[in-house]
């Protein structure tokens, strides 16, 4: 059997560090490393088009090439569209040669919505429901004439669409993988050197925030520190990557086990040799445990403030206050740790005052790298059900799930603030940030990192018909007048 998996290229570059990364994708290398060393299976092909910056006539060289019998294809909700397009190349591929490819979908979108995703995109045979690496092995193997896997419908975490009674089967869930010290090491050496790679130490996260899917579940299940380091020293070391992003939901949930990989970390060169970023939650953190993550040479440490709205954040389910956040923060500066904000504006009946709130308070706590997204209702999530029955605010304003991404969407409306106020928010947010803590010398190297993404904001918002040009400039100045009233008053 020969097995493909691919991340598909984006439609545009709106958001480079989404749609051109500096970094391989972990899923990949994931699915790679158990279809490897527990499958068994030799000839496994991974092709990351985004930080590859390839295209489709790319893809369809190195698949004719390759010649697979079952693609795997995985998707944020901004990338099921694009990953559907790849699949249509598959199947012409497979109808041109002959030959029978199958195509597999998997990812946090497939998660939310098993049956939708089939039905609104038949080019995927099958798609994976949860974590991945058992389900697509089982698939794998129930394809492959050397095993005696024989019942498809045995297969745990699986929809798909049967033709021959005209109905989508979904399948028994697939338990989540509760021991992970069974995964063997992510194939990391079936994709191209990369100077940024992506690890886990843990999978899941115990909080219920109203705008998270959380695919990895509520229970954190832990890789063995051991072998969390090898892997680490193996990128590091064998693969010359300089820098780490440790994707766990939050790095600290576990104190005790956090020092001993801190000290890991440590024993590598971290800090003068290697750099990393991570994200935690300001309820599990304390000074002790600051001062060696700035000593491991952190370039950035993310807290997941949300709003500044007490009882928005009361009701979100974080498990937080805005007195906990001024504390962690002021902690987090003590011990010289460079912090990350998380913002999200467009939160449940948020309005252009208590989004005003948030854009003021991310100017006093000051963080080394204000981050502004705009709510988007992912499926799966609270704010989804909310936004389909019209609840807290919400409307949804569109279906295409290119629109779903966290920056540049376009998905929602508010009832009680227009999304160009947010827009507008979003960008005096990041500007109002250094420009008021006196960081203009930071806030030049932000605007030129940022640019494109800039320029993108600005044509959205400046991008009519030159015949309601006056009416639209006459409605931006109302809304900076209206924010410079609420700056004002303080």
Known sequence: MKIAIINAPPFGFSEPQYDTP?????????????????????????????????????????????????????AFTNEIVQCGHVAMLVNDIAEKTGRKIINVVGGVHVAAMPEETVKEFPQFHYAVIGEGEITFLNLVQYFDPSHELDDLTSINGLAYQDHKIGVIVKTKPRMPIMDQTTLPMPAWDLLPLSPVYLVMT???????????????????????????????????????????????EILTVDKERTHEILDGMLEMGFGPTYTFHAQTHVNCIDEPLLKKISKCGVVTLGFGIETADPETLKNMGKGTSLKKIEEATKLARK???????????????????????????????????????????????KV????????????????DWNDYNKQLGNALELTTISRRQIELLQLLGYSLVFFLNFRWVELARFIWKFRKEGVTVVKKLTGVKMSEKATHLQKLHLEFDEIERLYTKG
């Open 202 to 248: 843990s999978r899941g996260c115990p909080f219920s925030c109203n705008f998270c899917m959380n695919p990895n579940g509520k229970v954190v299940r832990k890789r063995g520190v051991d072998q969390f380091l090898e892997e680490l020293r193996w990128v590091l070391t064998e693969r010359g990557g300089r820098h780490v992003n440790i994707c766990d």
């Open 335 to 381: 011990c010289k740790v460079n912090l990350a904000s998380y913002f999200i504006l467009g939160q449940p009946n948020e309005t252009l005052a208590s989004a005003w709130r948030s854009v003021m308070f991310a100017v006093k706590i000051n963080p080394s790298l204000p981050i502004f997204g705009i709510m988007v209702p992912y499926p799966g999530t």
């Open 384 to 399: 989804w059900e909310w936004a389909q029955k019209g609840e807290m605010g919400y409307k949804i304003q569109s279906y």
């Open 22 to 74: 500096d970094y391989t994708r972990l899923s990949l290398a994931c699915l790679g490393g158990y279809l490897r060393d527990v499958g068994k299976y030799e000839d496994i092909l991974l092709i990351d088009a985004k930080f590859e910056r390839i295209g489709y006539k790319e893809i369809r060289r190195r698949l004719e090439e390759f010649e697979p019998d079952i693609v795997g294809h995985t």
